[in-house]
Structures are given as structure tokens and as C-alpha cells.
């Protein structure tokens, strides 16, 4: 795994996926630090993005960002009908 653009804080693996810390997910999608965790703990709850986490040490943990947008989006339509 190789960084993409060390500024950023985005790895890009083998594949050419794309995983980033929780930094990353805050300044892309505007989002406050406890929201972030909010929604990746949701997020991991899910089995169907088990394998969208890597927990490499204590304060380094990467999420699939690809998957955390399709996560953002499947929320969101569920949550369609609140608006």
C-alpha cells in the first residue's frame, strides 16, 4: 500500500483502491469529527461492509472511501422519506 499524496492522508493499494483515515472523510465531505465516527461505527455494524475497514494500529485505521460513499448514499435514500 502506497500513499497517493501524503498531504491528504489517502492510500492507494494494489487494486488502485482508494482508503483514507477519518481525517480525510471530514475535510472531503464536511462533516465534524463526531459525526464521522457516528456513521463509521454504523457503518461497521453492517455486515455487508465488514470488509470495507482496515484497523492496521491503534491510530491507524483506513476506511474504503468507495464504500463509504455508498454507504452515504443508501443512508440517504432510507432516509428519503424524512425529508
Same mark, same amino acid.
Given at each position: 500500500? =502506497? %500513499?497517493?499524496? $501524503?498531504?491528504?492522508?489517502? *492510500?492507494?493499494?494494489? #487494486? ?6 477519518? $481525517? ?9 469529527? #463526531? #459525526? ?10 453492517? $455486515?455487508? *461492509?465488514?470488509? =470495507?475497514?482496515?484497523?492496521? =494500529? *491503534? #491510530? ?15 443512508? =440517504?435514500?432510507? %432516509?428519503?422519506?424524512?425529508?
Amino acid at each position: 500500500m =502506497s %500513499k497517493k499524496n $501524503p498531504k491528504l492522508k489517502i *492510500y492507494e493499494d494494489d #487494486t488502485g483502491v482508494v482508503w483514507v483515515r477519518n $481525517p480525510e472523510l471530514q475535510r472531503r465531505f464536511s462533516l465534524c469529527r #463526531t #459525526t464521522v465516527y457516528i456513521l463509521l461505527e454504523e457503518m461497521r455494524n453492517m $455486515p455487508k *461492509y465488514c470488509q =470495507s475497514f482496515l484497523d492496521l =494500529s *491503534y #491510530t491507524l485505521r483506513l476506511v474504503k472511501l468507495v464504500d463509504f460513499e455508498k454507504f452515504l448514499k443508501e443512508r =440517504s435514500e432510507k %432516509k428519503a422519506w424524512l425529508r
